[in-house]
C-alpha cells in the first residue's frame, strides 16, 4: 500500500508560467516532508522541505505548501523555466515521532516548454 | 568534495551471477542507505545502516545482503542475479538521523539477462 502518492506522472508547463506539484499521504504519523529533483541518469537532489508544524515554506521560486488535515502537500514554481524540466519526487518521513526512512512517491515528469 | 560515490555506473549480469555494488561517503555521515527505482516508480528502500556493525532491512531486501564495516563505505550484494533485479540503484546517506535529508550517489544501471 503506497503511503505517500503522485498521482501525475507528468505534467507540461508553459515557460514563464506556475508548475504545481502534488502529492497526497496516508500516514499521519509523517511529520516531515520533502521535495527531490532527478535529471536523467543523475541521482535525486534535495530540493525543499518542510516540517509539520508549519504549512508553508519558500526558497526562490520554489514554495512547497503543506495541509495536514487533508494530508495532501503541493510543490510550487514560479516562473518556470526550461532547466526545470525533470523527474520530482515527494518524499516523507515520520522524524520526531519515529526515525523512519523517507518514503518516496512515484515522481512526477515536469516538462516546461520554451 | 565527492559526496556520495557509487560504483560501477553501469553493469549486465547473467542470471545467477553474483556482484557488488559498491558506496562510499567522505561526509563522514553516520546514516547510509540503499534504494532502488524501477522504471515508473519511486524509490524502495532495501537496506539501511545507523552506523558501522549496524544494518536493517528496508522495504525490499529479498535477494540482497549489505555490511558496514566503516562509516565510508556500504557496499550492496547480490548473491544470485535474478531478472527482477534488473534496476536502478541509489546509494544515500545523511548526517545524523533517520528520515531525515538524504544525499544521494549518481546511481548504478544494472540489468540482469
Known amino acids: 500500500d503506497q503511503q505517500v502518492k503522485q498521482n501525475s506522472p507528468s505534467l507540461s508547463v508553459q515557460e514563464g508560467r506556475i508548475s504545481i506539484l502534488n502529492c497526497d499521504y496516508t500516514?499521519?504519523?509523517?511529520?516531515?516532508f520533502l521535495w527531490y529533483k532527478k535529471y536523467p541518469a543523475e541521482g535525486p537532489t534535495f530540493l525543499i522541505s518542510?516540517?509539520?508544524?508549519?504549512d508553508k515554506n519558500e526558497d526562490g521560486r520554489f514554495t512547497v505548501f503543506l495541509n495536514k488535515s487533508a494530508k495532501h502537500l503541493s510543490l510550487h514554481i514560479v516562473p518556470s523555466q526550461p532547466g526545470d524540466s525533470a523527474v520530482y519526487f515527494c518524499?516523507?518521513?515520520?522524524?520526531?515521532?519515529?526515525?523512519?526512512?523517507?518514503?518516496f512517491g512515484k515522481g512526477t515528469r515536469l516538462s516546461v516548454i520554451a | 568534495n565527492a559526496g556520495v560515490t557509487q560504483t560501477p555506473k553501469f553493469r549486465i549480469l547473467k542470471i545467477g551471477q553474483s556482484m557488488t555494488l559498491q558506496c562510499t561517503q567522505d561526509?563522514?555521515?553516520?546514516?547510509m542507505y540503499w534504494y532502488r527505482q524501477d522504471p515508473g516508480m519511486g524509490l524502495k528502500l532495501i537496506y539501511y545502516?545507523?552506523?558501522?556493525?549496524?544494518?536493517d532491512k528496508g522495504e525490499v531486501p529479498n535477494g540482497y545482503n549489505v555490511s558496514r564495516s566503516t562509516t565510508e563505505d556500504f557496499p550492496l550484494r547480490l548473491e544470485l542475479a535474478a531478472p527482477s533485479q534488473t534496476s536502478v540503484y541509489f546509494c544515500?546517506?545523511?548526517?545524523?538521523?533517520?528520515?531525515?535529508?538524504?544525499?544521494f550517489g549518481s546511481g548504478t544501471q544494472l540489468s540482469v539477462l
Open positions: 518542510i516540517s509539520s508544524i508549519k
Open positions: 561526509m563522514n555521515h553516520n546514516y
Open positions: 544515500a546517506s545523511s548526517y545524523s538521523r533517520v528520515g531525515e535529508k538524504l544525499f
Open positions: 545502516s545507523v552506523g558501522a556493525g549496524i544494518t
Open positions: 518524499a516523507a518521513s515520520a522524524l520526531v515521532s519515529g526515525n523512519t526512512p523517507l518514503v
Open positions: 500516514n499521519s504519523m509523517f511529520d516531515y
